[in-house]
């Protein structure tokens, strides 16, 4: 019987190398996996790249990753904001590298990786200095900037309820950037609120099958996210 | 003159939303043209972290973590709202889907370039978020701005000095002072505000600027 | 007050001109607007390209259009079939050109067009006569090709249910290929079993939202689709 | 020779499918590996036009012409199963995500290049379909096939004549006379039916075999 469901974040995160690149799903606190960061805090693992929209929001969830220098790159569209002190800190004292990607290339660039794309034409950036030394085409009399896929060894998300064979519905806009990087991510591992029984949720309605999911951690909220 | 204060600058835009109309508002000022648009016009409000038909902001209280815009404030969902990831929202701004944006701007040029992401200052932190993406893909670019800097620098510009968001992309500014399409032939003053005469909204400019007020649109 | 629902496939379909590019949604019958086709052929338009997956099945929906010599171009991934024999006709005659298209990529390149990318790198066809004539490139260790977006004048589509703002939703395989061409075309015509009050669909489960929908028709099947 | 017919071609294809595998079978004769899937693993059947989950065909009048398989033929779901459009299906295939796809051939070559779509014969009206997408995109492309064509020639081949479908994307074919591993050194048999022999084996396929029983590895 297939069951993806593990007990703990522990377990689900054991395998995580010093090094690993991860994705981490939210748009500021919505959607992120606070309690999943919290194991990973807990586990060790360091040297890592991070995927986000942001790079942090006060002293919980990405921003204690950061705070606990166990980052060494981040990837992410919005870094600086009014409580990315952890981040602003670590970037400015150089031990930070910080590659900025538009948000829209930054979630076409996860879900290329998850759709098997090499690499895509977008008309964002160009001519600005986010475009500056990438390869440039014109098309149908439209520019457009050359970019590639971002994969990732982990994808960290969180969704509101899974079944054990990993499929996934989430809640309102704390969906975000998980569905596309559940398939990005040679593992990916949720903080649900919920497990519910296989049948028990639509099949119109799931939003990410479980083909895209290994591990499923249900996981009560300690506190308010950031 | 009468400046506009920001509340008639967030109207004014309001005022050229159409029923119907799929609008993304940007993060700040922009934002506060939603809290204008005309009662009983029926217009769709996206925000790119996955989300079309925003409402009203929500009461104290009734908050919830999990819907929000981009600015990342608590908001509502309208009746007839939906839900999806953000590559879909991507898609949407990038493939021409939204009639409109409305964006912040330090600059804009007689060419219609956008300047709104960073000041070029080398120790600033920089962060991009969706601007780039909104002003290659909305129909339609309108930019929200005081006319001048603090400093009392036009923030209309013969060319940005700023770092650009993308060239060629604001179809019609809203300052304090004036509405101003971007045209083949530069900036064109369609309106002004009471006791403004264009003499004295060009001294302040310092950039050509034609004047036709038959020329508004909306 | 937004209202997209119109009452007959006739006004829903009235300008489509002569030559205009139109997309068809469906996988065999399972999707396809057959009352829409229907409509379309009643109104006149000609020398049209289509893009489908196939090339029509039996003698109704798609394969009417074709027979009535309405369609000059088709795109798609599987035209011959045990029962294409409007297509097989009027291709071995040389009065219908065909554009062969891998089904992913021409699923893709559907989505691309909607999704405003200019072109993408896919390893489907590399090294096959159907990448014959094509850019292609080695991007870390894997072979592409570059594939261009299909853009729509049309995108004449079957949902189950919609709304006056012209949110869908589908039933089962019947989805295919309509919400990556509704994205794709400037106008897109729906055919739905049952229209709604506004907010009866659930908006974590509505999969095409209404800013890609312009014109929705209520239509009761007349007959099974073929 | 016992040759093996399609139903056992398809339950030994079944025996290597392994619980919780995500898999793809292609039209005609690999769809028949659904009914052999050993009772009690659970493996999750995928169809391009936008489903996971497939179950058994369903009882005669209880079809829906709403839910087919890739060959137009009516299935059902099995609870856990889910739907979605054909670009994320597509998605699902190209990057990698299914474990395995068992697909038809005119002809495998010893490199693993693969020809199932056309004959090449100019007269031919081609047709695709998904066969390239699947064949570059599952992690195990298993081919399934007569070892032998009517005209008894071998469909295993030093180098295809007819159009390729993909090169070098084969990992195992399974024939009515043998189970082949396609390896760096090429052809590689690891069963063959009873009574057959490597040498009667080795020449009707006209290519080198190598054998190793030991290198089964389902």
Known sequence: MINKIFATAQTALADVPDGATVMISGFGGAGMPSELIDGLIAQGATDLTVVNNNAGNGDSGLAALIAAGRVRKILCSFPRQVDSWHFDRLYRAGKLELELVPQGTLAERIRAAGAGVGGFFTPTAFGTRLAEGKETRNIDGRDYVLEYPIHADYALIKADRADRWGNLVYRKTARNFAPVMAAAARCTVVQVRETVELGALDPESIVTPGIFVQRVVRLTPMRKAA | MNKFDRKQMAARVAQDIPEGAYVNLGIGLPTLVADYLPKGREIILHSENGVLGIGPRPAKGEEDADLINAGKEPVTLLTGGAFFHHADSFGMIRGRHLDFCVLGAFQVSAAGDLANWHTGAPEAIPAVGGAMDLAVGAKQVLVMMEHLTREGQSKLVERCSYP?????????????????????????????????????????????????PAARAA
Chains 1, 3 share one sequence.
Do not use: H
């Open chain 2, 164 to 212: 650009l968001t993308a060239a060629r992309c604001v179809n019609r500014v809203y300052t304090d002072l004036a509405v101003i399409d971007v045209t083949p032939e530069g900036f064109c003053v369609i309106e002004m505000v009471e006791g403004l005469d264009l003499e004295t909204l060009q001294r302040l400019s310092g950039v050509p600027l034609k004047y036709q």
